[in-house]
């Protein structure tokens, strides 16, 4: 995680003045290090991610823009070579968002965690209109993140489980 710049401004950027941030932190991952077949023999694959206010104006030059800022502190603070060693390379935003699946404002995550969003108040895991449908993942309860996909999944089986058991 790449924290070197303010905090506070990216996350008023993302938050209260949503724009794309002036100084942005972000993460880089080489899923390759523990999975191997994530890349070809002898070479690496990096992820790198910008946290985004969803809906903002998505362009290849934008994208490209960032990807240089990034990848420039990246090789600062590592003090590696990277971009020039780079053989593939692409990208994912806004635009993909919402052409792949359709997602409100191209956002990545889901429902915001908003108290009326949260809990109780995120949809159900069965559906209250179709007799056997029952919904599971992160847009359901408990809600976002790989853990809790996780839980749904326990959730909704439980629930299917105890309905035809009784
Ligand atoms: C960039 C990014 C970084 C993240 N980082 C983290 C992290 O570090 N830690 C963490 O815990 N969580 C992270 N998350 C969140 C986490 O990935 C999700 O909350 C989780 O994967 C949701 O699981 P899911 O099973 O609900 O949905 P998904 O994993 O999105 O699975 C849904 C599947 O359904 C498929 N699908 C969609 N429509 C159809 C259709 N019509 N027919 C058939 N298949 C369809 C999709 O292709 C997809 O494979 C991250 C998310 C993103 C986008």
């Keep these: 995680m790449f924290f070197d710049t303010d905090f506070e401004k990216h996350a008023q950027e993302i938050y209260d003045d949503p724009q794309w941030p002036t100084e942005p932190l972000f993460y880089a991952n080489f899923t390759s290090k523990t999975d191997p077949k994530m890349a070809p023999e002898g070479m690496e ?29 990246f090789e600062h603070i590592t003090q590696q070579s990277v971009k020039n060693n ?8 806004v635009n993909d968002f919402v052409s792949r699946y359709n997602s409100y404002k191209g956002n990545a995550y889901g429902m915001a965690n908003t108290l009326l969003q949260t809990a ?47």
């Design 45 to 73: 694959n990096g992820f790198f991610l910008v946290p985004l206010a969803p809906g903002l104006n998505d362009t290849e030059a934008l994208r490209t823009s960032y990807f240089n800022k990034i990848i420039t502190r």
């Design 86 to 93: 780079i053989i593939f390379n692409r990208s994912f935003c």
């Design 120 to 166: 109780f108040l995120r949809p159900n895991l069965k559906s209250k209109k179709v007799e056997n449908l029952y919904f599971t993942g992160q847009l359901t309860v408990p809600g976002p993140g790989v853990p809790p996909a996780l839980i749904s999944g326990k959730l909704a089986a439980g629930l299917i489980l105890n309905k035809n058991n009784n």
